[in-house]
């Protein structure tokens, strides 16, 4: 019986030491001795003064440094990467994800290519009023709406042949496309 208890206490001291903090903070035997020593001693101090960390380093045999390091880490908290669900507006901003860039977004490119997007729908728009009536029927009709009308259907609406019509729809394509080029 005390044999196996040696070796599960090993084995949970095992566990929290992979699973204390995302990086491993106790990989030496030292730093092991002195994770476990500094845990003992701060259930009942809160920070350790100079002379108890220097008199922790002699007793583990490290420096002073690395007992105010791990005591320092020990204090840190693990956050969680992404936001809580349940977290409001307020505290979600604050989770690591968000500082994070993204690499498969461009702010300007995205800003260029809508504003570029809204100015040549502002300028067909323009266009499309410069023609008359039965021209911004036609482009409608055959490029715009969402079922498309035949040459037929557009000749049999306006009693002209389908040749008319293409020709009506080339004049009006061209003036839509030079009033464009010209804004």
């Known amino acids: 019986m005390s044999f196996a208890v040696h070796w599960i206490k090993a084995e949970i001291h095992e566990f929290i030491l992979r699973n204390w903090r995302i990086v491993k903070i106790a990989t030496t035997k030292a730093q092991r001795k002195l994770f476990f020593n500094l845990r003992s001693s701060k259930k009942s101090l809160g920070w350790l003064n100079n ?3 220097q008199a922790m380093a002699d007793d ?3 420096d002073t440094v690395v007992v105010r390091q791990m ?3 020990m204090a840190s ?3 969680a990467f992404d936001a809580d669900a349940d977290a409001d507006d307020e505290e979600a901003y604050l989770a690591p994800a968000y500082f994070l860039e993204d690499n498969n977004s461009d702010m300007a490119r995205d800003i260029e290519e809508t504003e570029w997007e ?3 729908t502002n300028n067909l728009h323009m266009a499309m009023s410069q023609l008359d009536e039965r021209s911004r029927d036609i482009i409608n009709s055959r490029w715009l709406a969402d079922e ?3 040459l037929h ?3 049999a609406k306006y009693n002209v042949s389908a ?3 293409r020709q009506l729809e080339q004049n009006a394509m061209n003036k839509v496309k030079g009033a464009i080029l010209a804004a």
Request: aromatic fraction near 4%; charge should be negative; hydrophobic fraction near 35%.
């Open 51 to 53: 002379d108890e960390a």
């Open 60 to 62: 583990l045999g490290v």
């Open 71 to 73: 005591e320092g880490r």
């Open 77 to 79: 908290y693990d956050m």
């Open 118 to 120: 809204e100015n040549q």
């Open 148 to 150: 498309k009308a035949t």
């Open 153 to 155: 259907d557009l000749a």
């Open 163 to 165: 040749e008319r019509i």
